[in-house]
């Protein structure tokens, strides 16, 4: 019911706002005036509009669901604040939590000997580095961790950067042009068409994880262009799945196309030791041209690498403007990441026991007959509620009973495909897993 009238209210104050438009534009088409005039009064009344933020379309579409969720009941559930370590618990407003929204996949986020590698760079290097590191901000701590990041994939180097989401817009926007070609997932991530969209090459979506219809684009287009790149995600962020590796890798090779793979979310969480989906799959990393990931899940610090051969790498160090005029990465941001990576190889049991957790949860879902969608039961379980309303609602319940779960809501996903999206750390219990499944299957069967 609170769907279906949530629905109603919102039918109505769109119906309400429409009614005015059509009145506000009814009572200009009534003027008597001549035409020049209404032109003079519509240019008037659209540079009030035109250099004011309120006005703005995105704004108005924020505050227009502000208004609806309050008049339902419905609070917003994001920005809320965490008051120590975000785990596999937390604490906010003072009341703890089982916490499902935090990419602390590992645990080692508030880890002591992480946290112990941090203090101690700030020690020796301080806070910032305070520059480019082309100008002056080189340490030794960064070329240490991506001597790191490229012995864990297999490949010759590694940059990183102050933000994943800079890394893929960077990366691509500036390796690729007007005359080059771009395929990529349809449920790829927004940094990655942002990259695509600043590149000003020809870009083409393919159907979720599927090779042969994009095989059939390859033999189709890849004679019209000079390079080809093909885009995946290790792990899908909304969707918790992965592809099939290995045929994407005969696609590249046969239509002679880059691959990148996207691996924020599988990098330590797939493949026995937490090398990925490289690992995953027993693959070598150089089947891969393009490796991407971050440094903020997994690795507990902040910030994105790029792995792969020296050309590559040594391109996007002098010339990517995501790196060149950026700051360097903060120094204890980075031994924090090279501190978590070496802990991950010495400690693969942490990702073991992600897994099962991973497992664990996804089956109690699908046993609840909860709609997980692509679910591969890995750190990532989506539960599809449905309509954005009836998600947020959902959440709340959720989190009036002591759990905290982000929705995930259009524009980020389809409005009919609105969800839960559960991140699962190795540091949940499994009765903390089934009991929140359990709560889960109870409010979504309320409707």
Known sequence: MANAQGFQHTSRLKDCLARQAAEH??????????????????????SDTWDRFDRHPGYQEIRLIQEVGARLGAGNPFFKAHEGVAGATTRINGREYINFASYNYLGLSGHPSVSQAAIEAIGRYGTSVSASRLVSGERPLHRQLEAALACSYGVADAIVFVSGHATNTSTIGHLFGPKDLILYDALIHNSVLQGVALSGAKRLAFPHNDWARLDAILTKRR???ERVLIVLEGIYSMDGDYPDLPRFIELKKRHRAWLMVDEAHSFGVMGKTGKGIREHFGLDGRDVDIWMGTLSKSLASCGGYIAGETALVEHLRYRAPGFVYSVGMAPPMAAAALEALRYIETHPERVARLQDNGRLFFTLARNAAI???????????????????????VANLLFQQGINVQPILYPAVQENKAR????????????????????????????
Do not use: W
């Open 371 to 393: 709609d997980t969608g692509y679910c591969a039961g890995f750190a990532v379980v989506p539960a599809i509620i449905g309509s954005s309303l009836r998600t947020v609602n």
């Open 25 to 46: 534009m009814g009572r200009i088409a009534d003027q008597s005036g001549v035409t020049v005039e209404r032109d003079i009064d519509m240019r008037k009344e659209a």
């Open 420 to 447: 839960l999206r559960f991140f699962i750390s190795c540091e949940h219990s499994a009765e903390q897993i089934r009991r929140t499944v359990d709560l889960l299957a109870d409010e979504i069967a309320r409707g």
């Open 223 to 225: 004679r019209l262009f």
